[in-house]
């Protein structure tokens, strides 16, 4: 069992423009989770996603956004990237009735936007 | 507004002795709490959880205690290992987490 995939390691944008990151959750997992870590904090949530539709969102603008796919991967798009997006972006797998523990987390994508 | 707030950046401890590891909340609404360690180029891993409901719970070398009166919690590690050395996260459910304590132990 590969756990959860996040790709790619590592991106850098520019001001404006748009960027896709990608998760694939563990094996028997079927909702998808993202994270945004900044620099000397802790993450905080984005959005869920569960059976192809968000499920909850946190205190992001609309710029976030993502989809689910049929076999349970995700995206992260986020539009008009500001200098603020630089973060490490956290994606955690679960299953849909699970509780918060039996959440497991990818290794992140390291996004700088210069 | 932080609703957890892990107020020590960092903390270094000699291997074989107890870390301690604090955390504060704001939000009395937090089912339960659970602490994250985290390893550079890794995502947070699950360590352990507390219910609201509890004031201890323990798994191996690993504690939290909760005093919901303070809202405080506390993670102990005894005896600390040099593979202990990680960023440790402090959560409320639904997730909220803190800043994190990076701990350094220290053969």
């Known amino acids: 069992d590969a756990g959860v995939t996040q790709s790619p390691t590592h991106l850098i944008k520019t001001r404006g423009q748009q960027v896709t990151l990608r998760c694939s959750p563990k094996s028997g997992h079927d909702t998808v989770s993202w994270y945004q870590q900044a620099l000397g904090q802790g993450p905080q949530f984005i959005f869920q996603?569960?059976?192809?539709?968000?499920?909850q969102r946190g205190n992001f603008p609309d710029r976030f956004s993502g989809h689910q796919f049929p076999n349970y991967s995700s995206e992260l798009n986020v539009n008009a990237l500001l200098l603020g997006d630089s973060a490490l972006y956290l994606c955690?797998?679960?299953?849909?009735?699970?509780?918060?523990?039996?959440?497991?987390f990818g290794p992140g994508t390291r996004l700088t936007v210069l | 507004d932080q609703q957890v707030k892990q107020n020590s950046p960092s903390l270094s401890v000699q291997e074989g002795r107890i870390s301690i590891l604090n955390c504060d909340y704001t939000n009395s609404m937090f089912d339960y709490f659970l602490w994250y360690k985290k390893y550079p180029a890794e995502g947070p891993t699950f360590l352990i959880s507390?219910?609201?409901?509890?004031d201890k719970n323990e798994d191996g070398r690993f504690t939290v205690f909760l005093n919901k009166s303070a809202k405080h919690l506390s993670l102990h590690i005894v005896p600390s290992q040099p593979g202990d050395s990680a960023v440790y996260f402090c959560?409320?459910?639904?997730?909220?987490f803190g800043k994190g304590t990076r701990l350094s132990v220290i053969a």
């Open positions: 996603y569960y059976e192809e539709e968000e499920r």
């Open positions: 507390i219910s609201s409901i509890k």
């Open positions: 955690a797998s679960s299953r849909y009735d699970s509780s918060y523990n039996e959440q497991f």
């Open positions: 959560a409320g459910a639904p997730l909220v």
